[in-house]
């Protein structure tokens, strides 16, 4: 176990139920009353998945806009989870089509966002097999985007994000008639270009009925064993980057 909390941004459009999630799975708990999220919470809690203590700091943000990039808090808190979380849950209306679309956009800028910090702080290389697999995660967004979306063209062995990929509101398909058009066969091409452009899974829930929300704690659990490793080493080889600018600073500053 790690010191450092492990940090999971809930991201996505509006109205899609990323703040009913988190309180479902904090408080055990589901209001009625919508209320748009404006400002980004944090939520601290422990999850223990038998043999391992996670901390754990949640992020719920509100929609990120990028017609008001202009808004400083909006977009110091967009650049931290960006840069900054371990873990992405992408939540989206299972019943609305332009949701899903919205995460994809977002997985493109937090990638984008992650190629751009990595080549200006990280230099070292990393084994063939990662390179080769981070590198495919690329060529797969390049090929596999909308046409009217810029294109990630640049390779890099940082790449890739930590997500799962959540299709909340599965209870409103079969009860309302304007959402017919969802299918077995939607959900299941969903799941497969989730699988093939995010290398990630996808968990249908409901979280005004607390259904499937266990399958998504397990997989956080699973995703976390791996995130904590990585924060872990992180926290590392800061520790020993510290060390040797004291140790570099001793010996400089002697005249």
């Known amino acids: 176990m790690c010191d450092q909390p492990i940090q999971i941004a809930v991201l996505g459009d509006k109205s ?19 209320s748009e999220t404006n400002l980004a919470s944090y939520h601290f809690t422990s999850l223990f998945n038998g043999h391992r203590l996670f901390h754990i700091r949640i992020i719920d943000t509100p929609r990120f806009d990028d017609t008001n990039n202009t808004d400083p808090q909006q977009e110091w808190v967009r650049m931290y989870c960006f840069r900054r979380a371990h873990l992405f849950l992408l939540v989206f209306d299972i019943n609305r089509e332009e949701t ?3 995460i994809k956009h977002i997985y493109r800028e937090i990638v984008r966002v992650r190629l751009g910090h990595t080549h200006h702080h990280h230099h070292h290389h990393h084994s063939h097999s990662h390179s080769h697999h981070q590198s495919q995660i690329l060529a797969d967004l390049t090929s596999g985007g909308d046409d009217d979306e810029p294109q990630i063209t640049t390779i890099s062995t940082k790449a890739y994000v930590p997500v799962i990929v959540v299709a909340n509101k599965v209870d409103l398909i079969s009860t309302d008639l304007r959402f017919s058009n969802i299918t077995l066969t939607n959900s299941r091409d969903i799941q497969q270009f989730v699988k093939k452009n995010f290398k990630a899974n996808t ?13 998504l704690f397990k997989e956080v659990c699973r995703m976390l064993e791996t995130v904590e490793d990585t924060v872990a080493k992180q926290a590392a080889q800061q520790a020993r980057r510290r060390l040797h600018r004291q140790h570099h600073g001793k010996h400089c500053g002697v005249m």
């Open 100 to 102: 899903f679309n919205y």
């Open 16 to 34: 899609v139920g990323k703040t009913a999630i988190i309180r479902q799975w904090l408080y055990n708990d589901f209001s009625t009353l919508y």
């Open 203 to 215: 968990i249908q829930c409901s979280a005004k009925y607390h259904w499937h929300l266990v399958l």
